[in-house]
């Protein structure tokens, strides 16, 4: 066995060495650090000298060692993330040519009283920074036994709208849960909704309930709708629409809208509307789940109206209806990436009692708001709208976040339009649809940089009627939501340049200057990642193979691009959370690349890249067929061999930043690496390194944070002021949705509740739960 180890280890280490030689060649003729080559060369050497059993592999291996600490060093200084990949494994090898069995294979030989002083320096190194991390995501005890008030009045214990207000605050007025009593939280009920679709479609739960009255409303991922007790989580009523699923490739529903007809009585005096994965909207009496008869042809409203002949999976919607002044307005979910003239982008309003058709918003017409004529069509392949809208009763203004036109990677054939009012957000009068306003985020957009999160609005002292966007980019714009101009300042600065051909760019982009940035640090070689030198080597060559010259760099056909931020964000749709009581919002962010590249269209004809179609439910954040444009796209994150991303943890944060000044408040690493891990495998081991999450936040009066959103199967709550993590609850699944909170009568509590779905995308899991906390009662 003593033998066999000590091959084996050789074999390892000479293995290690020859895998190290042939990347940090190639490292090295790319113009990146020579060091991997120079390490690999003594490894291999060491391991020739251990098998002709000379004592001197011992020393030269440990002279290495020695030498290795201080380039890591030079190179990251004492950041133990960084220092992890370049330490870890080489010194393991050293300690085992310490071992009675090493030392026995070379035969008698002296102590070495410097690798007795290195390895335990190079042990606390690694060891200080791992135990530093597990503190920072400890839970402290907050156990007591004393109550918050209850609400002030009725209406504040409802959550009557998705984000609770009508302009996606996600804030809480509730203050009974507070920072003394997180602690007893625990669990008071859980529904399950049960088996969705026909198990082709992936899932993933992400409403966010509503509660209105006695009644906690919600929507599955196939679209059901369903009225639950919010005391007990007891179904009340459900409702099955028969979403026709074919072709869908992902069962979503992220919310319900909820409306009292003024000056009405009986059925359907309170409604329910949803929108469906097969394009429909439909209004339900929110007492019994029954439809409403009155409501276009028994209950619903077709929404492929107008929109011509719509491929199966190409078209539906995915968030709640905004309501205004009596009128539904939606827009809907395009495929990406697939081909040119895809399904409009057009925005509708429709009446919340009759279902009749009040004013559309197209695009390629922004200055026709009828229904198109008999035969014709909105504009196909125009900027859609998915995300979930926001709106002001006293302006009477919508204000829609949009996407891009089809297909997201090249803009060659945009019209001008196109480039209007693409990732933007836009204010739309509520009585007419006509565009009071636009502001956009990113000028022809090339990267797939839409604008995922629900714009927030938020009031200020001064008489500030603010509107804060958050984008893909990490960039945060802060307008005044009557006008549209900035409240905090924007730059336009100069971008990289170099398009393929037939492309245009932007010369500038807008930067949000008063406002942190929530990108994550930018991508160097220096900054690659990996759990060994080996896969960090791999990831230092994929970045000198690549182009990049920071973020906004175009697509290449010669080279793949690093994309920084990903499609994934800096901020994807969870958006963000203000609590207006102390002044701040909480944001919680991404910080992993993409790594992207052009395909001509020769080329990814030989390769049989086609877009997806109802038998073929293809991955969007796959090859991107981009039929009819001169080139597909190749798109996907940027990860080591290991299916780790190559960036240096952490990947993912929560911050507060201070809405007067702009300044970050605080920052704390999001997630721990229990639930994930190389080759998609979960380590079981919480340390906190910062994870991929989509999901939102809710603040609450008492000073509270509540968020699931990470990879990682949990529920925290976080103080608001100072960021402090006070509790923590595991979850059966990733919670990728946002909670909500509210008051029940019945016992006199204030609930949370978290869809704790999980997301196949951010391989979080898979439940369908609907799980509840509330302290115990008394």
Not at 442 to 466: C, K, N, S
Request: positive net charge; proline residues 8%.
């Amino acid at each position: 066995m003593q033998r066999f180890l000590t091959i084996a280890f050789l074999f390892i280490l000479a293995m290690t060495g020859a895998a190290l030689v042939w990347l940090g060649g190639r490292l090295l003729l790319l113009g990146g650090s020579p060091w991997y080559l120079v390490s690999g060369l003594v490894m291999v050497v060491v391991a020739i000298l251990g098998w002709r059993r000379i004592a001197a592999s011992v020393t030269l291996y440990w002279t290495f060692l020695a030498a290795n600490l201080g380039w890591a060093i030079w190179e990251v200084g004492l950041d133990g993330w960084a220092l992890a990949p370049r330490l870890a494994m080489p010194m393991c090898m050293g300690l085992y040519m310490l071992t009675p069995y090493y030392r026995q294979h070379v035969g008698k030989m002296a102590a070495l009283p410097g690798a007795r002083l290195l390895w335990p320096g190079l042990a606390l190194a690694l060891a200080g920074s791992v135990g530093l991390a597990f503190w920072t995501d400890r839970t402290p005890a907050a156990t007591s036994d004393i109550w918050g008030p209850a609400p002030a009045r009725a209406t504040d214990g409802d959550w009557i709208a998705y984000g609770n207000d009508r302009g996606g605050s996600r804030f809480s007025p509730l203050a009974q849960i507070s920072p003394a009593n997180v602690g007893n939280l625990a669990p008071a009920w859980t529904y399950r909704t049960g088996k969705l679709g026909d198990g082709k479609q992936g899932t993933a739960f992400q409403v966010n309930p509503l509660k209105v009255g006695n009644r906690l409303f919600l929507c599955a991922g196939n679209n059901d709708v369903i009225a639950l007790d919010p005391e007990t989580g007891r179904q009340l009523w459900r409702h099955n629409p028969r979403t026709d699923l074919k072709g869908v490739y992902g069962l979503v529903c992220r919310g319900v809208t909820y409306y009292r007809v003024p000056q009405a009585a009986g059925a359907c005096a309170e409604r329910i509307y949803t929108a469906t994965l097969d394009a429909r909207l439909i209004a339900l009496d929110a007492a019994t789940g029954r439809p409403c008869p009155g409501f276009g042809r028994k209950g619903q409203v077709d929404l492929k109206a107008g929109l011509g002949n719509v491929d199966k999976g190409y078209y539906f919607v995915t968030s709640p209806p905004a309501l205004m002044r009596g009128r539904l307005v939606l827009g809907g979910w395009v495929t990406d990436g697939q081909k040119t003239r895809e399904p409009s982008g057009v925005i509708r309003a429709f009446d919340a009692v009759t279902g009749d058709f009040a004013w559309a918003f197209d695009i390629g017409r922004p200055d026709d708001h009828e229904l198109p004529s008999p035969g014709a069509t909105f504009t196909p392949g125009t900027p859609n709208s998915w995300a979930p809208m926001s709106s002001d009763e006293a302006l009477g203004l919508v204000y829609a976040p949009t996407g891009n036109a089809t297909p997201d990677y090249f803009g060659g054939h945009r019209t001008a339009n196109d480039d209007r009012y693409a990732s933007s957000v836009i204010a739309l009068d509520a009585a007419t649809g006509a565009v009071r306003w636009s502001f956009q985020t990113t000028h022809h957009d090339l990267w797939d940089y839409d604008v995922p999160a629900q714009p927030t609005l938020v009031d200020l002292p001064g008489g500030v009627r603010g509107l804060l966007q958050p984008t893909k980019r990490g960039e945060i714009f802060f307008l005044d939501r009557a006008t549209g101009k900035p409240i905090f300042p924007v730059e336009e600065r100069p971008v990289p340049q170099g398009a393929v051909a037939g492309e245009r760019l932007a010369r500038t982009q807008p930067y949000s200057a008063a406002m942190p940035s929530f990108g994550g640090p930018r991508p160097t070689e220096k900054g690659m990642w990996g759990l060994t030198p080996i896969d960090q080597a791999v990831c230092r060559v994929r970045f000198r193979q690549a182009r990049f010259d920071g973020d906004m760099t175009p697509l290449s056909t010669e080279h793949p691009t690093i994309t920084w931020p990903g499609y994934l964000g800096g901020i994807d749709w969870g958006g963000v959370s203000v609590d207006p009581k102390r002044g701040l919002m909480i944001v919680n962010n991404n910080q992993v690349g993409n790594y992207n590249r052009l395909i001509p269209r020769a080329e990814a004809d030989r390769r049989g890249i086609k877009p997806m179609n109802a038998v073929h439910m293809g991955d969007v954040g796959g090859p991107a067929a981009q039929q009819g444009v001169p080139y597909a796209a190749q798109i996907a994150p940027f990860l080591s061999p290991l299916a780790i991303p190559c960036q240096q943890p952490p990947y993912g944060r929560i911050n507060a930043v201070d809405l007067k000044t702009g300044k970050m408040v605080w920052s704390r690493i999001f997630g721990t690496s229990r639930d994930s891990g190389p080759l998609a495998l979960p380590t079981f081991v919480p340390i906190p390194m910062g994870v991929p999450n989509i999901g939102g936040s809710v603040a609450t009066a008492s000073g509270l944070t509540f968020i699931g959103a990470t990879q990682e199967h949990a529920f925290r709550a976080y103080d608001t002021a100072t960021g402090r993590l006070l509790w923590k609850a595991r979850l059966p699944a990733g919670g990728n949705a946002s909670p909500s909170s509210y008051w029940s009568n019945a016992s006199g509590r204030q609930f949370v509740v978290i869809a704790a779905g999980g997301h196949g995308a951010m391989l979080s899991g898979s439940s369908d739960q609907l799980i509840a906390y509330a302290l115990p009662k008394k």
